[in-house]
């Protein structure tokens, strides 16, 4: 049996502020340093454009986050968006914890897989309320809410239309928006 070591987040910071994973494109999941998908042009551009339309939608009532961590019990996952709370301030000292976040969202287009098992498990044992994925390849907009365990009890799949998130009950986010590739 093959035994790994589990590193904690301390342990991570460690590593960062040292320089060990400088250039590495990682973070670490549930005590262990994963390595990202490279970040290809429909991923890109698709990351780019909803963090802008997230931020007219939001203005004044959350901050809008791309590709920063997050830091969870066992894990600083870098979600490609984190809608979070505000003041922004309160990430001059710590990444956002998990009651600072409102949602998540991940675009997928080679880590579907990833983001559908090992991210959505992460995501609701950590409590996060709602959690998106974008899912270029099939044109879709998962969404995960009411966390329990180590799952979401409810699931989604949309592809046009329009959804409410839950913390902005007076907001509509207009799926077409987020499927734009």
């Known amino acids: 049996m093959k035994i790994l070591h589990k590193w904690s987040v301390e342990d991570y910071h460690r590593m960062i502020e040292t320089g060990i994973l400088d250039g590495k494109p990682v973070e670490l999941l549930k005590g262990e340093i994963i390595e990202m998908s490279p970040e290809g042009i429909p991923h890109s551009f698709t990351n780019d454009s909803i963090a802008e339309y997230l931020?007219?939608?939001?203005?004044?009532?959350?901050?809008?986050?791309?590709?920063?961590?997050?830091?969870?019990?066992?894990?600083?996952?870098e979600p490609d968006i984190s809608v979070v709370r505000l003041p922004n301030t309160i990430y001059a000292q710590h990444h956002p914890?998990?009651?600072?976040?409102?949602?998540l969202i991940e675009i997928a287009n080679n880590s579907l897989d990833k983001d559908l098992n090992e991210k959505r498990t992460l995501?609701?044992?950590?409590?996060?309320?709602e959690y998106w994925i974008v899912d270029l390849k099939h044109k879709k907009l998962w969404v995960f809410t009411k966390p329990q365990n180590d799952d979401y009890s409810q699931i989604q799949e949309l592809t046009s239309g329009t959804i409410t998130p839950?913390?902005?009950?007076?907001?509509?986010?207009?799926?077409?928006?987020?499927?734009?590739i």
């Open 55 to 77: 931020r007219e939608q939001l203005r004044g009532i959350a901050k809008v986050r791309e590709a920063h961590p997050v830091t969870l019990d066992d894990s600083e996952p």
């Open 97 to 103: 914890y998990a009651q600072d976040i409102y949602w």
């Open 123 to 129: 995501y609701a044992s950590s409590g996060i309320p």
């Open 166 to 180: 839950l913390a902005f009950p007076n907001i509509v986010i207009e799926i077409a928006r987020l499927l734009i």
